[in-house]
């Protein structure tokens, strides 16, 4: 036994060393953090926000790439065939992990192509008009909508947006268009000079407009009214309450992803997450933080799934064949 041990214990005393070496080594490069979305947009200001406060706890830095179009789906794509090596991390929301997968045939991407990290945040959407337009308030946008060509910015086909321009169009009998770009940044800037007439993005994407008086708030997708915009009517109070939407992004990485890098970064991001100073940050992009472990996040986006299922039903949207562009 002794003459055993004492061929196998050095082994493997330094195999334990070598492994705990490399945890604790962790991270020893740059990470790259692929946000499906364009610069400008809420998300993005809040994750390029977050990038320099996680390369400083982190020791490496965390480079932000952004990987826009599709409703998601080039981000998508590009982390499922990241090496799932703990240096590829990626920004999800509703309609990569919720919509995509219930409306587009042959994607190329599948939900279990990820693991969850965390959570980050909730959004407080607002559907926006052109002050252009002499509408003040959800029924007088119908009323208008009813006989004059109005556009609506959304994210593409089987965006939370396109659904919502259907949902419109079916309630109200009327034929509002649905205008793909990159991101709510863009998209505001198009509310804005009248490219197009109306949107519904995160309330951080419009705050400048809605000040400078070229863009006109008519509802907020809460609940309740959001502390930006108290005087706006949330969807129920505008008539709008049958339309169930919940905005959300969270954290994910490639399946395969050592279970060290994700508890890394999860424990790094919750905890900034949970700092005065990040909230007061979040707060001012009008989202809520949900930060918590790759537990409540799974179950959350399971949840999130079956909503979506709903609401698909409700928009009477079918199913479709993925297309990338060329």
């Excluded at 587009?104 to 008009?129: G, I, M, Q």
């Excluded at 959800?138 to 910015?153: C, D, I, N, Q, W």
Aim: net charge neutral.
């Amino acid at each position: 036994m002794r003459r055993f041990l004492g061929r196998v214990l050095p082994g493997l005393l330094t195999a334990l060393w070598a492994w705990g070496a490399q945890a604790q080594g962790y991270p020893s490069r740059p990470i790259r953090l692929i946000v499906p979305i364009a610069p400008g947009s809420v998300t993005d200001v809040i994750l390029r926000a977050a990038s320099p406060e996680l390369s400083r706890r982190l020791g490496q830095p965390v480079v932000v790439e952004n990987r826009a179009g599709a409703n998601g789906i080039v981000g998508a794509q590009a982390c499922a065939q990241a090496a799932p090596d703990g240096y590829t991390f990626c920004a999800v929301y509703h309609a990569t992990m919720s919509f995509n997968p219930l409306q587009f045939e042959r994607l190329p991407y599948n939900p279990a192509d990820f693991v969850p990290v965390t959570n980050l945040f909730l959004l407080t959407e607002v559907l926006v008009a052109s002050a252009v337009l002499p509408v003040r308030s959800v029924e007088e946008l119908r009323g208008y909508a009813a006989s004059h060509p109005l556009a609506f910015g959304t994210l593409g086909g089987g965006s939370l947006q396109e659904l919502l321009v259907q949902w419109l169009n079916t309630q109200w009998s009327v034929g509002i268009t649905g205008v793909p770009y990159r991101g709510g940044g863009p998209i505001a800037l198009a509310v804005s000079a009248n490219e197009i007439q109306l949107g519904n993005m995160g309330v951080g994407n419009f705050l400048g407009q809605i000040a400078a008086g070229t863009v006109r708030p008519l509802a907020v997708t809460t609940t309740r009214r959001s502390p930006l915009l108290p005087d706006v009517p949330t969807f129920a109070e505008a008539g709008l309450g049958g339309f169930p939407s919940r905005g959300w992004w969270g954290l994910v990485a490639p399946a395969g992803t050592p279970p060290e890098a994700v508890s890394r970064m999860n424990a790094e991001v919750v905890d900034l997450f949970g700092e005065p100073g990040f909230a007061a940050l979040l707060g001012r992009q009008g989202v809520q933080p949900q930060a918590g472990t790759p537990e409540e996040f799974k179950a959350f986006m399971a949840e999130d799934r079956t909503g979506a299922e709903a609401l698909i039903r409700l928009s009477s949207q079918p199913r479709a064949e993925y297309r990338p562009a060329n």
